[in-house]
């Protein structure tokens, strides 16, 4: 892998976790007050698990850039990865900020889709960096449906 792509893919999900931190607040009054599932992991997993699957999506993306045989394709990988990190951020604002959980909802599935793509794009440049990147998906799917409960029950 090389060093520049780690760098600028280390860069894009650091901006995207700063700019979508800013949105969370899990002691505000609104969030305290939602009707919440039983399910539903403590608060202080969320920041270890997202750690964790940012650090991820830099490695895995910055794999599959440097394996990229063409500069198209890694053009078309970065699209693909900075709509995700886009749509990453913007659930934070939709639910916390704007709090519209079924708004939150759809933007999370389209979340969703777009990390599965993702990890599709990246498998293609490097399989072992693709299977590495499906528990960020995995974690995507799981968020669009805590959302999707949250949003049914208030």
């Not at 599959?64 to 198209?72: C, D, F, W």
């Not at 968020?143 to 029950?153: E, H, K, Q």
């Amino acid at each position: 892998m090389r060093g520049n792509a780690l760098a600028r893919t280390s860069a894009a999900v650091a901006v995207t976790a700063a700019l979508g931190g800013v949105a969370v607040d899990p002691r505000s009054r609104w969030y305290r007050r939602l009707t919440k599932p039983r399910w539903q992991p403590p608060a202080s997993v969320f920041g270890i698990v997202w750690t964790v699957l940012y650090a991820d999506l830099a490695v895995t993306s910055a794999t599959a850039l440097s394996e990229a045989t063409t500069p198209r394709e890694r053009a078309d990988y970065w699209r693909g990865l900075v709509v995700n990190l886009a749509l990453n951020a913007g659930w934070n604002w939709l639910f916390w900020r704007v709090r519209k959980p079924w708004p939150a909802t759809v933007e999370a599935a389209a979340l969703t889709i777009s990390s599965a793509d993702l990890v599709r794009r990246t498998a293609r440049s490097h399989r072992g960096a693709g299977a590495a990147l499906v528990p960020y998906a995995a974690w995507c799917a799981f968020a669009t449906v805590l959302t999707a409960a949250i949003a049914r029950r208030n």
